[in-house]
């Protein structure tokens, strides 16, 4: 399950940089979304995930 979603904007122009961020709440939710989501396709744009711990 994913407890918050964030995505990184430009200050001025207000668009999205690319990338965020998304924290959930246990790490077999965040394995899960690693598996399904790493690589694919979405709206034309190849999605890269990575698994950060933060500490």
Do not use: P, W
């Given at each position: 399950?994913?407890?918050?979603?964030?995505?990184?904007?430009?200050?001025?122009?207000?668009?999205?940089?690319?990338?965020?961020?998304?924290?959930?709440?246990?790490?077999?939710?965040?394995?899960?979304?690693?598996?399904?989501m790493n690589d694919?396709?979405?709206?034309?744009?190849?999605?890269?995930?990575?698994?950060?711990?933060?500490?």
């Amino acid at each position: 399950m994913c407890l918050t979603v964030k995505v990184i904007c430009d200050h001025k122009s207000g668009k999205s940089k690319g990338y965020g961020f998304v924290h959930f709440t246990t790490e077999i939710a965040a394995s899960n979304a690693l598996k399904e989501m790493n690589d694919k396709i979405l709206d034309g744009r190849n999605i890269r995930v990575q698994c950060v711990h933060k500490r």
